[in-house]
């Protein structure tokens, strides 16, 4: 069995779960607007990048520009986390798992880089390594270009650290969401499905599991050598 090499998390809803958050902001910006909100819109942003989200609250009644919008709404994520981030189960313990067996990690988030490094700095020193985040890339997920960076990132130097190429089908990516899992397995990695908010379908492309809880880097180094999808526990 092939040893894993990194691990490429998504941030909202699979390491921390801060939908609450920016549904809530999204609640109170449309209705200073005098629009209308329903959980049901805030569901369907889930994992989309954050212009295509500014696109959708524009129409329902926010009159701000795209940029305006995002920095707002990244704004009253970030106070929120403040008072309290909302990790995910497992999440943490499975991250310190990793760093301890000298698997790395990285973030790839459509969030922008303010909130992203909100949530890093929050960990412990050194376990997420590097972050590649929705305002430095082009085409948000599904577009697995977040993905690609991330993976090109970590590979210039990965034969410098460890003596060894990086490879894509010896690297996982966690995701959440519809677009998350399919820009991670466009990617070319092993793609690991946690759906949070929106359900996933078991379609071969992904490996689906109900909870990071219980999971450790030896769980994670099996689905190198499985066939997707895994049955839910």
Known sequence: MSELQAVFWDMDGTLVDTEPYWIESQHELVEAHGGTWSDEKAHLLVGQALDFSAKILQESGVRMGTEEIITHLIGEVIAKCSVGIPWRPGARELLSDLQAQGVRNAL?????????????SALPD?????IVSGDMVNAGK??????????????????????EDLVRERCVAIEDSVPGTAAAAASGMVTLAV???????????????????????????????????????
């Open 126 to 130: 050194g376990q997420m390594e590097f």
């Open 142 to 163: 599904p577009d697995p270009e977040a993905y690609n960076l991330a993976f090109d990132t970590m590979s210039q130097d990965h034969r410098e650290r460890t003596g």
């Open 108 to 120: 790839v988030t459509m969030s922008w880089k303010p909130l992203a490094e909100a949530i890093v």
């Open 195 to 233: 759906p949070h908010y929106t359900p996933l379908p078991e379609n071969g492309q992904w490996h689906l599991l109900q909870t990071l809880q219980g999971l450790g880097t030896e769980d994670l180094t099996q689905l190198l050598s499985k066939t997707p999808a895994v049955a839910a526990v």
